[in-house]
């Protein structure tokens, strides 16, 4: 029972807009876990737990004629709640859970197994090769804009390949390692003597889409957006272009007699060039080519056998004398897809990257959807499927064994047993998404690239070794 004194009456007044005010925070809050429940933070961390008024009790006085606020009512002021930039400003202090900033993987913080590290670019590393004479110096090519060429002991820079005005996406050494290629996205292409560090060539080209050395002898080619293949002897600067279709020449690779090379296309065509000539030996379009452009080519240690992928999930294997299709291999977990129209691609998969084994008859085919397949040659069947947990950027095999390497966007180095499909060990170290690796010949070394501005070398670490 309530006093009518003035006194009683004020103290009861106040009780009861305490009272109101507290049925009103549990109405809030049940009203406002029912609207995002995901976005409301728990104190203490226990279920079922509300939240801490953020104000004294006291402060707030309503009076007591006003009629309780219903929950409807409630859930219906919310919905002009903007929380998304309530999580932006208070997030860190009050322990709202934040989307990750663009170029930073949280989840890929943790132990660094890399010997070394450079850290001289910027932006992001786009490309790496090894020099394959000595194997002690690498080069790299970034976003922004800057090639190095740096010693793998101990990350000292040798000099900076300088001039460029786009991103290098190419880089690499001559056979013989006294020459070093660097080539933008614009087209320019520079070359330097590695022992002077000084630039004996440069030539500008269309858009750049790869860029490779011969095998054997000082000369360089490199595939274009207005579909050219170039050929160029270096310094002397002597010229031959192979004119593809009217579309990029994605991708390319000198076969092993020095002889021939293989090109593949946006359009999904495959051919097979002599270098010499000048003409298309084999070209395989329509259903013998693949129906979306072209991601990567390999061939196997004699040169017989090609293998290429596309967006279109597929590899095709293709005999190198006769220009026909062999095989065509996909992995089991990928559905068939309609024959994709020009210019399209697949949203959920591509080949990404492919290559033989030198020592078995088995070959490897990465994909975008974490999948590495393991295929047998004499058999053309699916031998071991090992899953990533992210998208598979580049593999590469090592030489002399039937061990695979592959680097993915979760920032890792596998290595894999093709003979079992068992996991030997991972290298562990970049907080951002690995865009290309390099091997050294005795595989004791493994040079990566990443998304965190940064190249590191892993010392491989193997029982049998």
């Keep these: 029972m309530y006093s009518s004194s003035g006194d009683k009456g004020s103290g009861s007044s106040l009780h009861s807009g305490e009272l109101w005010l507290c049925s009103a925070r549990?109405?809030?809050?049940?009203?406002?876990?029912?609207?995002?429940?995901?976005?409301?933070?728990?104190?203490?961390?226990?279920?079922?737990s509300?939240?801490?008024?953020?104000?004294?009790?006291?402060?707030?006085?309503?009076?007591?004629?006003?009629?309780?606020?219903?929950?409807?009512?409630?859930?219906?002021?919310?919905?002009?709640?903007?929380?998304?930039?309530?999580?932006?400003e208070e997030g860190n202090e009050e322990g709202w859970?934040?989307?990750?900033?663009?170029?930073?993987?949280?989840?890929?913080?943790?132990?660094?197994?890399?010997?070394?590290?450079?850290?001289?670019?910027?932006?992001s590393v786009f490309c790496v090769s090894l020099d394959p004479k000595t194997n002690t110096?690498?080069?790299?090519?970034?976003?922004?804009?800057?090639?190095?060429?740096?010693?793998?002991?101990?990350?000292?820079?040798?000099?900076?390949?300088?001039?460029?005005?786009?991103?290098?996406?190419?880089?690499?050494?001559?056979?013989?390692s006294t020459l070093v290629a660097t080539g933008d996205m614009s087209g320019l292409l520079k070359v330097w003597q590695v022992d002077t560090k000084e630039e004996i060539w440069s030539f500008e080209a269309g858009d750049l889409e790869w860029m490779e050395w011969h095998s054997r002898a000082p000369v360089l080619l490199a595939g274009t957006a207005d579909g050219n293949t170039w050929m160029w002897k270096v310094p002397n600067g002597d010229c031959k272009t192979f004119q593809g279709p009217n579309c990029p020449a994605t991708c390319g690779r000198v076969l092993p007699d020095g002889k021939r090379a293989v090109v593949g296309y946006e359009d999904g065509t495959i051919r097979v060039w002599d270098l010499k000539q000048g003409n298309s030996i084999h070209?395989?379009?329509?259903?013998?080519?693949?129906q979306g452009p072209l991601t990567?080519?390999?061939t196997n240690q004699d040169g017989s056998l090609i293998l290429t992928?596309?967006?279109?999930?597929?590899?095709?294997?293709?005999?190198?004398?006769?220009?026909?299709?062999?095989?065509?291999?996909?992995?089991?977990?990928?559905?068939?897809?309609p024959n994709l129209g020009e210019g399209e691609e697949s949203e959920s998969n591509s080949v990404e990257s492919l290559g033989f084994c030198s020592v078995m008859p088995l070959a490897a085919v990465g994909y975008l959807d974490g999948t590495l397949a393991i295929y047998d040659l004499?058999?053309?069947?699916?031998?071991?499927?090992?899953q990533h947990q992210s998208g598979i950027v580049q593999l590469l095999w090592e030489a002399g064994t039937a061990v695979v390497y592959t680097c993915s966007l979760d920032g890792i180095v596998r290595l894999w047993d093709a003979r079992t499909g068992r996991l030997l060990t991972d290298y562990r170290g970049h907080t951002a998404e690995i865009l290309d690796f390099a091997l050294s010949k005795d595989a004791s070394l493994v040079v990566t690239t990443s998304g965190d501005h940064k190249a590191k070398v892993f010392c491989v670490q193997r029982p049998d070794r």
């Design 309 to 337: 992928g596309s967006v279109d999930c597929q590899a095709k294997l293709v005999s190198a004398t006769t220009g026909k299709v062999v095989g065509v291999f996909r992995p089991e977990t990928v559905a068939s897809q």
């Design 137 to 176: 110096l690498a080069v790299t090519g970034g976003e922004d804009d800057k090639a190095f060429v740096w010693r793998l002991s101990d990350g000292e820079l040798l000099f900076e390949c300088a001039g460029h005005k786009d991103s290098v996406t190419c880089a690499g050494f001559s056979h013989d």
């Design 26 to 48: 549990v109405l809030f809050w049940e009203a406002l876990l029912a609207v995002a429940p995901e976005r409301i933070p728990v104190d203490g961390g226990k279920e079922g």
């Design 97 to 123: 859970v934040l989307e990750p900033q663009e170029g930073v993987v949280g989840s890929m913080e943790g132990p660094d197994d890399s010997e070394v590290t450079f850290a001289l670019h910027s932006a």
């Design 283 to 290: 070209v395989l379009k329509g259903t013998e080519g693949h």
């Design 378 to 386: 004499s058999t053309q069947t699916l031998r071991h499927q090992c």
């Design 50 to 88: 509300l939240p801490a008024l953020p104000i004294p009790l006291t402060a707030c006085r309503t009076p007591s004629f006003n009629p309780l606020p219903k929950a409807d009512d409630l859930a219906q002021e919310m919905e002009d709640v903007d929380f998304e930039e309530e999580e932006e």
């Design 296 to 298: 990567c080519v390999a």
